[in-house]
């Protein structure tokens, strides 16, 4: 029979992200993770200080999973692939959003991330109070629409026509509303995910024009 293979901190980091998929935060223990592993809890420790530890490192994790601004791109489409990489992997990983920045000690992927980000703005010709502007906005601008994804009253492979057709919104009371749905929605193949890149291009537009004038 072969070895078990041994434990490391990047094992139990994978099963604590693993655990976390499944039951969220609320169910990530020492104990959920050994149990994912097939070991005592205990053992854990030999590897992770503690459950603070381990989520320290989860978001270390996660975050390096977020493509960095590429340095050889112009700023905009740097930035926007970098917005689209945190879309993908806060939406495949739900519990990352109330986590990623909420640790006050944050580790070296996280610290390299936002060290990128930066120096993108600045490259560009940000001035400092103009990239802290422009990265708080696009993290809120991009945490905000996972948030929105992520608890639409979709059910798997249902159209957005049908949830709009159970809404039956009366066009009398709310005419505005029962226009765009119509227009938005009715006979069309409509998904939500794609004012993505409609918001994400506002937002760029906006910093383009505040560069300029800065």
């Avoid at 590429?70 to 990352?96: I, N, T």
């Avoid at 066009?171 to 069309?188: S, W, Y």
């Amino acid at each position: 029979m072969a070895d078990r293979e041994p434990l490391s901190e990047a094992r139990i980091v994978a099963a604590a992200s693993a655990v976390a998929d499944r039951a969220g935060l609320a169910g990530l223990s020492m104990r959920t993770v050994g149990r994912e592993l097939g070991v005592e809890a205990m053992s854990l420790y030999h590897h992770v200080a503690g459950k603070e530890a381990l989520l320290d490192a989860l978001v270390d994790r996660l975050v390096s999973g977020i493509r960095h601004p590429d340095p050889a791109l112009p700023w905009r489409e740097a930035l926007a692939e970098r917005c689209r990489s945190m879309r993908a992997v806060l939406g495949a990983h739900p519990w990352g959003l109330g986590l990623i920045e909420s640790r006050r000690t944050p580790g070296p992927a996280l610290l390299l991330h936002h060290e990128t980000v930066i120096a993108c703005l600045r490259g560009a010709g940000f001035p400092v109070r103009l990239a802290a502007h422009a990265f708080s906005v696009l993290d809120a601008y991009v945490f905000g629409f996972v948030t929105t994804e992520q608890h639409l009253p979709f059910e798997p492979g249902e159209s957005a026509e049908a949830v709009v057709a159970e809404m039956a919104v009366p066009r009398d009371r709310f005419p505005h509303l029962a226009e765009m749905a119509e227009v938005l929605v009715a006979g069309r193949d409509y998904a939500y995910g794609e004012e993505f890149e409609w918001g994400l291009a506002l937002i760029l537009d906006g910093l383009e024009r505040r560069l300029e004038a800065a």
